[in-house]
């Protein structure tokens, strides 16, 4: 049985493009001026912006446990390898040194 949290993390474009129609619909029903009984759109649309503010708030939190796990990944490798690590950020460093000294010149 799926719960609402085991469907995949919408992207932030999916998340925006929805804000901006929810947007655009809010804009329709109050900007009408003959407006008669809208008690209830307005509850539909305060509640679908909730539940889009959510997502967004998981989306975030989301994206930052994947930062601070791929952060913890990257120090327990370092502390494991420091002169690999050592190595490395070296020829990085001497690779962009060399391209922009080409750009440079």
Known sequence: MKSENDKPAPTPDEVLNELRALLAEAESVFGE???????SEADELR??????????????????????????????????????SVAIALGIGLLLGVLLGRRSK
């Open 33 to 39: 001026a003959a407006a008669a009984d809208r008690g």
């Open 47 to 84: 509640r679908r912006f909730e539940a889009a503010q959510e997502r967004l708030t998981n989306l975030v939190e989301t994206g930052r446990r994947k930062v601070t796990d791929g952060l913890k990944t990257a120090d327990e490798t370092i502390r494991t390898h420091p002169y690999q």
